[in-house]
């Protein structure tokens, strides 16, 4: 069963526009998130996390919110620019069992942001 | 110079080689990870090692192994490889400090 889930496998967003990629996960004992970019023929780049006491961290353009009750996270690209186009990953982790450290990955949510 | 090479970076083989992934790190980092990507699957955890000592299998380890020969060096083994191992590999390390992770540039690896 899946315990994190990015349920748009795609996106597309014009250029100058908000980009928002959404993310669900399912294990309440997560307590940190990460999203990570990826082109094509390279390994995925962290680009911006967050811990379970914040509900916010910015960082330039990015922005990723987390709503713990509802177990969903979202990350916002303002203003969207053509190099933002990549696969994005969703990544969770938490302090429990023997699993510390272990990251969860999405499936990913290809973004395109057309000029 | 990259932080994470994996060599090679792309590998063609046929069913029943014996396959070896290396994965170096100038990061000084104690944690190194092995994932698969497959297309729409995204990345799955094959094993992970939180020190030289320290070896652990992940959530898809069958027909694979490890081996850590020193903080900086993680290779990963197909004894016998067959067509479904075809993915990219990709190798990650992380600090004791947090649970980021930075990845290499992957390895395509192809099993006909």
């Known amino acids: 069963d899946q315990q994190v889930k990015q349920n748009s496998p795609s996106l597309s967003v014009q250029e100058g526009r908000i980009s928002i990629l959404n993310c669900d996960y399912t294990n309440s004992m997560f307590d940190y998130f990460l999203w990570y970019k990826k082109y094509p023929a390279e390994g995925p780049t962290f680009l911006i996390s967050i811990s379970s006491i914040k509900d916010k961290n910015e960082d330039g353009r990015f922005t990723v919110f987390l709503n713990k009750s509802a177990k969903h996270l979202s990350l916002h690209i303002v203003p969207s620019q053509p190099g933002d186009s990549a696969v994005y990953f969703c990544?969770?982790?938490?302090?429990?069992?023997?699993?510390?450290?272990?990251?969860?990955f999405g499936k990913g949510t290809k973004l395109s942001v057309k000029p | 110079d990259a932080d994470v090479t994996q060599t090679p970076r792309n590998r063609i083989t046929k069913t029943g080689k014996r396959i070896m992934l290396e994965c170096s790190q100038t990061?000084?980092?104690?944690?190194m990870y092995w994932y698969r990507q497959d297309p729409g699957l995204g990345l799955r955890l094959i094993y992970y090692?939180?020190?030289?000592?320290?070896?652990n299998k992940g959530e898809i380890s069958d027909g694979y192994s490890v081996s850590r020969q020193a903080q900086a060096k993680f290779s990963l083994s197909l004894e016998s490889a067959i067509p479904n191992q075809t993915a990219l590999y990709f190798c990650?390390?992380?600090?004791?400090?947090?649970?980021?992770?930075?990845f290499g540039p992957g390895t395509r690896l192809t099993v006909l």
């Open positions: 990061k000084g980092h104690d944690r």
């Open positions: 990650a390390t992380s600090p004791k400090s947090t649970d980021t992770q930075y």
């Open positions: 090692s939180f020190d030289v000592k320290d070896i």
């Open positions: 990544a969770a982790s938490g302090s429990y069992g023997g699993s510390q450290g272990n990251l969860i």
